[in-house]
């Protein structure tokens, strides 16, 4: 336009006409730039790309801090605009390692995914509610665990031996792949985020340890910024990087992933703490295997006392069709040798380790995935379904802190139904319909918002994995498959009310099933009815709305005096005796 005019009226004026022009040249260099730095970001990291396979690259428009300094304090926080890529990295470390050795002083968390059904529609409405709010941060923190106690504590402590006694004589390969330990992190009080620094560092070989890579998924805490980085520079061979821009689990180590340089990446909570020996075990394991997704066995960190409590069961990872994960414990060995055994895991929660190749190549974390909630079971369900597999090493232990409330809040009610729907949506084909029949929430927040999985599922077709049904048939072959049958499954009611209110079903070799997954069963005990998981099933027939008690032929009955429960009693036409069974909802029909 401007070029235009100035054709148009030449003798008007030049000097003017160079000037215009030099500002437009300015305003497009100003507007080019962002892309320049953004496409020499991506050049850089696909240097340190893995050299084979394909690469997930790092969420596209983080930014990454160059240091803290000019952050303020808390809530202080803003993104510098110009950073060019090599400049990225914070802290770089140079200083000797932090080695002091020893110092003075059942399972892990995916406990918040249980959402318990809300009644019907309601929930919805619940949905708006609630975006996290900065005062409503700092009261979960408060009250995530006793960080006055944790403070106490050094940061070189020795937990307590928790290996096998079989695991101490156990000899390594010297030449094994290196790791990078990705350590996300939002808003973790110092202690526990140093502790699990140094535990790393104090017992991980460092032949075998790459780096620390810290990943600051846009902490808010002071103690977090200027004294974080001042004090990682001074520890070699760890490095932290920083997101401006929430990231969640995913994101995060997505973006940690993308900057590894070790050959395997150990995903670790920011509270955590490794006993010895526990790396080389799980490193030896995926270099036998390159598609081995390996995890130690989590022992527990009282978040009241920090009181290190070790597993002692062999354990296995499950999730159960309402997609919760579970630590299922599996029967005792005898033979000790055994009990140091690699253990099958059909799930993994969220520490393990996993060759960073193998990790890029079958499409690293989900990012449609919101913040936190699920995650592992999507990559569990990939691994097996995409050609790899899953274990639990017992002869490594990394300790994990249970904290008696999450530690941040979810921008929503619903962030880890969302989630789960990604999971069922992607991953569990005509199966989907018994997660929705157990989860109602899910359903109607699949009915209400499109989900949009098309890249996972291009994925999947791209890396031509199973299905889901294969899954089923050869990783997790013990877990219940409902038949969820039309008038016998569903709620449990009696003519007006609801006397069972979560789904359960009555399968055609007559066992009354119930629980997430199917693992309970009705069973007798006197003249009272009890959930059991006994192998020796009572059979219950469905007889004319009567549900008859096969063995003594007595009818269930919904007793609501002094002895309230399930009783059997002799059958009658009594409409406490009359049942039916009512499914909420029908995914099959939507
Ligand atoms: N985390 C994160 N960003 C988030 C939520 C969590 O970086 O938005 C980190 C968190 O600090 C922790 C890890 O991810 O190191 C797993 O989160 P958390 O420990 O709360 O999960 P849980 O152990 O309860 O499964
Ligand atoms: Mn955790």
Not at 315 to 342: A, C, M, Y
Not at 483 to 512: I, P, W
Request: net charge positive; with cysteine; charged share 25%.
């Amino acid at each position: 336009m401007m070029t235009l005019r100035c054709r148009h009226r030449p003798h008007r004026s030049p000097l003017l006409c160079f000037w215009l022009v030099l500002l437009l040249v300015v305003i497009a260099v100003l507007f080019m730039d962002p892309l320049f730095r953004d496409a020499s970001r991506h050049a850089a990291i696909a240097r340190h790309a893995p050299t084979a396979g394909h690469r997930w690259p790092a969420p596209a428009d983080l930014e990454l801090l160059v240091d803290s300094r000019d952050q303020g304090g808390e809530g202080g926080f803003r993104a510098p605009a110009f950073l060019r890529d090599d400049q990225l990295l914070v802290a770089p470390s140079s200083a000797p390692a932090e080695r002091r050795g020893s110092g003075v002083a059942a399972r892990d968390g995916r406990r918040r995914g249980e959402v318990e059904p809300r009644a019907g529609l309601s929930s919805l409405a619940g949905k708006a509610a609630g975006r996290a709010t900065t005062s409503g941060e700092a009261a979960a923190r408060r009250r995530a665990f006793d960080e006055a106690i944790s403070e106490g504590i050094s940061f070189h402590r020795r937990p307590p031996e928790s290996r096998p006694a079989a695991c101490l004589s156990q000899q390594y390969n010297t030449s094994l792949p290196t790791a990078t330990v990705v350590v996300c992190f939002h808003d973790e009080a110092w202690s526990t985020l140093l502790r699990t620094i140094h535990s790393v560092l104090d017992t991980a070989p460092a032949r075998h340890l790459r780096e620390v890579l810290l990943v600051d998924d846009c902490s808010e805490r002071g103690h977090l910024k200027t004294p974080l980085s001042k004090y990682v520079s001074k520890l070699k061979g760890v490095r932290l990087i920083r997101s401006a821009r929430r990231l969640g689990v995913v994101g995060c180590r997505v973006l940690g992933a993308a900057r590894a340089l070790g050959d395997v990446l150990v995903f670790l909570d920011s509270h955590c703490e490794c006993q010895q020996g526990w790396l080389e075990p799980l490193l030896e394991r995926i270099a036998g295997d390159r598609s081995r997704v390996v995890s130690p066995v989590m022992d527990v960190i009282d978040g009241r006392t920090f009181r290190y409590n070790a597993t002692r069961d062999l354990i296995r990872g499950v999730f159960d069709w309402k997609l919760d994960f579970h630590w299922e414990v599996l029967p005792k060995q005898k033979d000790p040798l055994k009990t140091v055994e690699p253990i099958r895991s059909p799930a993994l929660a969220g520490v393990l380790a996993i060759d960073r190749q193998f990790f890029q190549k079958i499409g690293a974390y989900d990012p449609g995935m919101v913040l936190w909630g699920v995650e592992n079971i999507e990559l569990s369900i990939r691994v097996w379904l995409c050609g790899g597999s899953m274990e639990v090493i017992p002869c490594s232990r990394v300790g994990h802190l249970e904290q008696f409330h999450p530690s941040f809040t979810l921008p929503d009610d619903d962030t880890v139904e969302k989630n789960k729907i990604r999971v069922a949506e992607t991953w569990l084909d005509a199966y989907k319909n018994i997660f929705y029949k157990r989860n109602t929430v899910a359903f109607f927040i699949w009915q209400s918002e499109s989900s949009n999985c098309t890249e996972r599922v291009k994925l999947q077709k791209m890396l031509g994995c199973k299905n889901f049904q294969w899954y089923l048939s050869n990783v997790h072959q013990d877990l219940y498959i409902p038949q969820d049958r039309q008038g016998f499954s569903g709620e449990a009611r009696l003519t007006f009310y609801s006397v069972l209110s979560r789904h359960c079903e009555m399968n055609s070799l007559k066992e009354v099933r119930w629980g997430p997954m199917g693992q309970l069963c009705f069973d007798a005990k006197g003249d009272r009815v009890v959930l059991s998981q006994s192998d020796l099933l009572s059979l219950f027939p469905h007889q004319n709305g009567q549900i008859v008690h096969l063995l003594t032929e007595k009818c269930i009955e919904a007793v609501k005096t002094e002895r309230k429960g399930l009783f059997l009693r002799p059958c009658s036409s009594d409409p406490r005796q009359q049942w039916h069974f009512e499914q909420l909802v029908d995914p099959r029909r939507s």
